[in-house]
């Protein structure tokens, strides 16, 4: 799967609320295939702050429209640039990057687990699953009833659980504090969301030799295993997120 | 055609667009996005005689129109590089070269002599300037005995061409461009990093785990022409300038204050075909010129006019 | 409330917000956007004996994130400056410090024992670090031997405060800081400018009549703050914080890497009402975190966590 | 009159050609008194490269509607970057700054000259030239007949004569060559354009005893008289352009 650098149209920008859009983005030519939790490294023109280029995880693939999604959360200056970009524009973007979730086994249940913009690369997993045959269960956590997004997507791909932090809809509390967790149905759990959510999840997971793939963020130089900047400590050593990861089993870090 | 090649000493190289140590990985990774054969040169990875793991978590802030990084020179140790990298670097059909890191004297003049015996490594570039480890590293390269020493104990066995990277670090980097060139240094590249922290405002502390970090990205370039230009100015040796170079345009800018060739560095990591770019943008400007030698260029600034 | 002084000595600064000498005139020029008196203090321009009258045109060149500038300290003279500024200045409710400028030792003494008579000058800005003037400058500042004898010379007539500005363009930083306190600065400012050139690569010469200028803004941010917080660790007496700094956030780096109060640059030119707005923002800054002493914050990445 | 720094809402950017664009842009409060000859210092957002402020001459105020215009041609990424404002955008401007054009005497025959992005203080000139009494001819150069901007405008003010480098419209060559210059029907000559145009009306106007004003460019750190970056080398000394300029007396200067 060869990385590419392009320019890429813009054919939307949605913005699902204050915080979150989604950018639709079509390929010149024929886009690459692309694996759940891979992602691409964008570049911010116009933010004079944004001097190296953002990660995001790819959200949704559509091989036949020929576009792929990014869904973002705006939380500083590059990701509020690109939140004002409008369908025409163009987006330089390096892609795909990374490596990928694991199928689970062979009629193992799958639970994904996201929250915040840790959802992004659930749907374009759960789809992968569903597509692979699997049946994956969805918890996802939110702060309150209001900041719920992509619900409606995510109810195709399985049953969706939530939990708000207020208790304005599904369980009150974080994800790691849903029955659902400690119904040890499942065989794999895979999650993405901020650090503390998946340090839980992972705990969890370990307790229960449950296997777990956790997607992690980190700061990033260059996206494609140059500058060394984006590591994290594993068993192996330190890694790079970029290019052994983003998508780690829980086994392997020192958490 | 434009004349574009350049030698130091009997080594041609090409064209004068290197990618700069750190900051290119050993080619491979940038292999999807142009073909490293294009260039004059690469400089590798930062390489030390044992594995390293580099500093600790986290190693980068972004600047205003730069980076720290801190990484620390991590690297899989020369036997690793012997046995696995360079065979795959072998194959490009380019200038390789080995930036060599150590601890001390010693250390330095050991890799020196590991890749004497690697037919496919035409030079080494002797790094004295790297900020980010405790030992060696700055600390040679800000003192002008230690910088002497060094460089004179690997001159004495180095069998390929020498490169010194000098430190942006210091006083008076002319003093150090004429140490190395008297010991016997067929060129220098600088700069390496300035030497720059980053505080995180809201966790209240230094954003590196280091505190200190190596600035690099056009932040730096300003400070960079001039210490191309004074030690291109001061020397005999061809110059190699280095530091925020993001487009053809900044290239030209460190040819006519004197430099013989340039590194992209950070660059690499926005666009990773800066370099490729960078080559076609000095073509076109020495044609629409009406140059046919970049020789003609190279310190053209200090022509009288 | 939050309390926001600090002292240099016996002398109170009400909050720890200066303007930087050479970019904020003499205060009035900016009289139309902000009450200078809210500000802890201002420093003005370069001040020598005699008129001069600068360097060549250009004299500034943009950077990324960054300006170079040659001014070459441009000024009417301390006669002048006595007879048609003092008397304006005398009216600002705040510290309005001078900052003197000399190309000999008798320069800068002379300079000093003038401003001793004046009541509404509570204290003088000794640079050693101009990059722009032949004579003199960077000359002293980047010469341990010097450094120690102009400082020692205007210490010994000077009544005032005695603030001395630091030259960023040398190896060691702390070196100089040490010495300056042995010899009975009162504070330490830094940094001023490093020294850096652009090219016009269109008309093939020097962006700059001299060449070489003063590099300053958010480009030597990093380089600043590491400066700062090394001389915050060996000093004993205030550091004062310059460089890059265009709003709180960045003030308060400063702050948090140890400088007492800072002075804002560059930022009064983009934006003239830059060093007001960062007053606010340490304010809330302090208000958000829960201190209520500006003192609590000072230096606080070097506390252990 | 007071400088001031003010966010202004864009109400038009009007594109002349690939080159030239008018923005009008609305005052807050009431905008105040400004003099034809002064300029404004406008914050370029979102241009990674344009750290520093860029000064425009107003080319035109209206009191009326509570408005101002800056004529701007494209010639660097600043400028570019203005070029895509659109209504509705806000211009961050520190205005009016500088000095202004003297009148003439009593009774005396003033010309305008201008030459490119010169002709745009010319307009605020000849307008305020006509309200006070005088009719002023106007002399402007392009490169060819397309090139030529404004020309209604300027109509209104008086006489028109028009020189084109290709002599495509009025007479061929540059300003300096047309037959009206050395006619000497002209007291006063303001003129504004390229450095070689001014400076080769600056030698007419010397030799044939005319008093000439002129608008000069120069490389601004602030705009505000803080940085001294701005100098020109006049019999008086180095003075700034930002506030002893940017309009001088040729006799002052060192051509
Ligand atoms: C592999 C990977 C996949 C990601 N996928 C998504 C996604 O699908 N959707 C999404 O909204 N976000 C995703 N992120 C996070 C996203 O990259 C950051 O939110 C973004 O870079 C912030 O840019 P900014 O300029 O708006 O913020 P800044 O102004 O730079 O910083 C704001 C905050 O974000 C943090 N931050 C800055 N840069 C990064 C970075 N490169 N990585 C992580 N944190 C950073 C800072 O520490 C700071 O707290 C992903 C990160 C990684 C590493
Ligand atoms: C008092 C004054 C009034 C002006 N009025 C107008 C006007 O009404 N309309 C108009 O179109 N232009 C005017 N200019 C020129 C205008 O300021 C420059 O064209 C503009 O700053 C270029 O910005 P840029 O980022 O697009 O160009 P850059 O990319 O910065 O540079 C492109 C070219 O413009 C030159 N340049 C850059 N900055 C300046 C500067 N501050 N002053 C002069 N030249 C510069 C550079 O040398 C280079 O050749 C005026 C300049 C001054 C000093
Ligand atoms: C992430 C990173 C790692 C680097 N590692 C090395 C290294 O191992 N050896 C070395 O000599 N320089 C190293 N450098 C310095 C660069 O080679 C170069 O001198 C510097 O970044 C300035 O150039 P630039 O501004 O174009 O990046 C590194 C720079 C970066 C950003
Ligand atoms: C145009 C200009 C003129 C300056 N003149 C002086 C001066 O006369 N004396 C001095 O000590 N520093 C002078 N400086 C340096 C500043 O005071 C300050 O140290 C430096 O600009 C770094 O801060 P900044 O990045 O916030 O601008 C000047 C800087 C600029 C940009
Ligand atoms: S981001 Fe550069 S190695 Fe991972
Ligand atoms: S532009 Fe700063 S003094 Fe004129």
């Known amino acids: ?255 | 055609m434009v004349k574009l090649d350049f030698n130091i000493g009997d080594l041609n190289f090409k064209n004068p667009v290197l990618t700069a140590s750190g900051t290119f990985g050993y080619g491979s990774e940038f292999d999807d996005f142009l073909d490293v054969s294009r260039l004059g040169g690469i400089i590798v990875k930062g390489t030390t005689l044992e594995p390293r793991e580099g500093n600790a978590y986290p190693r980068m802030a972004e600047t205003p129109s730069g980076m720290l990084n801190s990484v620390g020179l991590q690297n899989k140790g020369i036997d690793y590089f012997e046995r696995n990298i360079y065979p795959k670097l072998s194959q490009y059909k380019t200038n390789v070269i080995v930036n060599i890191n150590g601890s001390s004297i010693d250390d330095y003049v050991a890799l020196a002599e590991r890749i004497n015996d690697l037919d496919h490594i035409p030079a080494i570039e002797l790094n004295i300037s790297c900020p980010n480890v405790k030992m060696g590293g700055m600390v040679f390269g800000t003192n002008p005995a230690s910088t002497r020493e060094v460089t004179k104990a690997v001159r004495a066995v180095c069998l390929k061409k020498l490169i010194v990277k000098l430190s942006p670090n210091v006083t008076n980097i002319v003093e150090f461009a004429n140490i190395v060139q008297e010991e016997g240094a067929d060129a220098i590249s600088l700069i390496n990093t300035l030497l720059g922290i980053a505080v995180d405002i809201h966790k209240m502390k230094p954003s590196l785990s280091t505190v200190t970090g190596g600035l690099s990205g056009p932040a730096i370039k300003p400070v960079a022409l001039r210490m191309v230009w004074q030690v291109a100015r001061a020397v005999k040796i061809p110059v190699i300038g280095i530091g925020g170079i993001m487009n053809a345009e900044d290239a030209i800018e460190f040819l006519l204050a004197g430099a013989s060739a340039i590194q992209v560095g950070t660059a690499s990591f926005i666009d990773p075909q800066t370099s490729v770019k960078i080559l076609e943008g000095i073509e076109s400007y020495l044609v629409n010129k009406g140059f046919n030698d970049i020789e003609d260029i190279i310190g053209f600034i200090n022509k009288p006019c």
Chains 1, 4 share one sequence.
């Open chain 1, 1 to 255: 799967m060869a990385k590419r650098i392009e320019s890429l149209q813009i054919i939307e920008n949605k913005h699902l609320n204050n915080d979150f859009f989604i950018i639709e983005l079509k390929g010149n030519g024929q886009i690459p295939e692309m694996k759940p939790g891979q992602f691409v490294q964008v570049k911010v023109d116009g933010s004079p702050g944004t001097f190296l280029r953002r990660p995001f995880s790819i959200h949704d693939v559509n091989y036949d429209r020929n576009t792929y999604k990014l869904l973002v959360q705006i939380v500083g200056k590059g990701t509020e640039t690109l939140s004002k970009l409008k369908k025409g524009d163009s987006l330089n973007t390096i892609y795909p990057l990374g490596n990928s979730f694991s199928l689970p086994g062979k009629g193992q249940r799958p639970l994904l687990v996201g929250g915040g913009c840790g959802i992004a690369p659930l749907l374009f997993l759960g789809k992968y699953l569903k597509k692979n045959g699997y049946d994956p269960d969805i918890l996802l956590g939110f702060r309150s009833r209001d900041r719920i997004i992509e619900y409606n997507e995510y109810i195709e791909l399985g049953e969706v659980f939530l939990t708000t932090e207020d208790g304005s809809r599904g369980e009150k509390g974080l994800v790691t504090e849903h029955p659902l967790l400690s119904s040890s149905r499942y065989d794999m759990i895979y999650c993405c969301g901020p650090d503390p959510m998946m340090k839980a999840v992972a705990k969890f997971s370990i307790e229960h030799k449950i296997n777990c793939e956790v997607s992690l963020e980190n700061l990033m130089g260059c996206g494609i295993g140059a500058c060394l900047c984006c590591i994290v400590e594993t068993v192996k050593g330190n890694l790079c997120t970029c290019t052994d990861g983003p998508v780690f089993n829980t086994n392997d870090l020192k958490w």
